[in-house]
């Protein structure tokens, strides 16, 4: 199996991340832009999905190499 050098997962991870921000984005600060009420739960899974994206891109970088 082929190993991802350093800037190969560099790349993932940072693709990862800029997943977790558009999730964020487009459920968190689009409630804001719509000027509707609030939905609790996508505020959660917009939260939540940024969370995740940003350790799912944590792990790439520091076990990636592996």
Known sequence: MKKLSGDQRGRIAEKVMEWGNLVFAGL???Q??????INLLLFVL???????????????????GR
Do not use: P, T
């Open 28 to 30: 968190v600060i689009g």
């Open 46 to 64: 917009g939260a939540c999905g940024i969370i995740i994206a940003y350790c799912i891109a944590l792990l790439i970088m520091l076990r990636g």
């Open 32 to 37: 804001f832009v719509a000027g509707n009420e």
